[in-house]
């Protein structure tokens, strides 16, 4: 929407990106060129596409934007997008998380930054059924995250520091409608994000500023209890995520805001492998590993992962897909023509659909028909221990 001149996201030092090998290889090596299915603006004024959310249906779409608006889409099976409400809600403070419900798609929760999460049921129209908040003594907190669990009855957000010096995990029941407690000596700096296990309600993964990922089980008593494992990643977190490994153990993966991605296995609970920004630009067959944007990992619905990266060079046209295999990320699909810089991508692991969001606040549909994903031939196994870390953490009550 907004066309400037190409360049380098290094300002003061521009270095112009560009692959590293020539056409002919580079589509050898990336087999799959996807091109839009279909594309939309999200506004005629200037905004950024930050959160997506997909319905278990499929059929519908949540955009949150950085104009503090949520707009909904009806998205058909062919992959056409329509606009069901270009202005669903407009909240105070900036929108920190959309989700749907795992079991119900008109069913709707969206978190601010003010602390609110807003539950909505969408055949009811865009008044909000229930606001859950803090109902804990003090200040109201300022959250950053949240996300619900496999079975649709747990809510978790998370906050920045508070002005008590403490961060927390925020637990609500959601079919009570009740504040069940919170978790407050797991991190330090602010909690950027929290995944539920994609199978197991009780699971839960949260990641922060201060380079820890904890895993907890939430069925236990207390929070020294809940506490399963740590894992220092020594650099601020940006995202998180669960896949598994061929042998069906959980791994869990992280974005950092360097840009690099690690991989550790729960049950060992070493590092499996480690890709920095250098490693993701050279298996991208870019040149700059200064406008490598890692953007998000996806599960495939084959048992494996991939790992979805651009580059901020020229408005963010370059837009590949790596997949894993054996602590390896293979060339794996190439988005032609994308214009925007990505900030938010979903992905519908049944019909091999990748929605799209960014800086122009463009919603791109990107449909990967004839996928032929296969899942990693053999379990990985790292030596790595020395990322391990132990917390002591006082008894708390348990969330529910």
């Known amino acids: 929407m907004f066309e400037d001149d190409a360049h380098s996201s290094d300002e003061e030092n521009p270095v112009p990106d560009s692959d590293s090998c020539k056409p002919k290889e580079l589509n050898r090596l990336f087999e799959q060129r996807i091109e839009p299915s279909s ?8 905004t950024c596409g930050l959160h ?49 419900f795992g079991t119900d798609p008109n069913s709707l929760m969206v ?68 504040f069940l407690g919170s978790y407050w000596e797991c991190h330090s700096e602010d909690i950027t994000n929290v995944k539920f296990h994609p199978t197991n309600p009780d ?13 907890f089980d939430i069925s236990k008593s207390n929070e020294d209890d809940a506490m399963q494992t740590c894992f220092n990643v020594e650099d601020s977190i940006e995202s998180i995520n669960w896949h598994t490994s061929p042998t069906d153990q959980d791994w869990i993966s992280c974005i950092t805001t360097t840009n690099n991605f690690h991989l550790y296995d729960t049950e060992t609970q070493d590092m499996i492998v480690e890709f920095d920004r250098a490693k993701i630009t050279e298996s991208m067959k870019r040149t700059s590993s200064i406008d490598c944007n890692v953007i998000n990992s996806h599960n495939d619905g084959n048992g494996g992962f ?20 054996n602590k390896h990320f293979l060339p794996h699909r190439n988005f032609l023509h994308n214009r925007q810089i990505i900030r938010a991508s979903v992905y519908n692991e049944k019909e091999h659909c990748l929605i ?19 899942p990693p031939s053999e379990h990985d196994i790292s030596a790595s221990k020395n990322l391990k870390q132990k917390l002591h953490i006082s008894h708390r009550s348990k969330p529910y």
């Open 39 to 46: 594309e939309t603006a999200a506004s005629l004024k200037r």
């Open 52 to 100: 997506l959310a997909l319905s278990n249906d499929s059929r519908k779409l949540a955009v949150g934007l950085s104009r503090k608006d949520l707009q909904l889409y009806d998205l058909g099976t062919n992959g056409d997008l329509v606009l069901s409400e270009a202005s669903f809600a407009t909240y105070e403070s900036a929108i920190k998380g959309v989700r749907f």
């Open 111 to 178: 978190c601010t930054e003010e602390g609110n999460v807003s539950l909505y049921d969408l055949r009811s129209g865009a008044k909000a059924i229930h606001v859950f908040d803090d109902t804990s003594e003090g200040p109201k907190k300022t959250m950053t995250a949240f996300d619900i669990n496999q079975n649709d009855r747990v809510l978790c957000a998370s906050t920045e520091v508070q002005k008590c010096g403490d961060t927390f995990l925020l637990f609500f029941d959601i079919r009570e409608r009740t």
């Open 203 to 215: 699971l839960l993964s949260s990641g922060s500023v201060d380079g820890l990922i904890n895993v």
């Open 306 to 325: 991939f790992l979805l990266a651009g580059s901020n060079f020229n408005k963010g046209e370059c837009l590949r897909s790596l997949k894993y295999d």
């Open 356 to 374: 799209t969001t960014g800086e122009s606040g463009l919603i791109t549909v990107w449909r990967c028909e004839g996928s032929t994903d296969q």
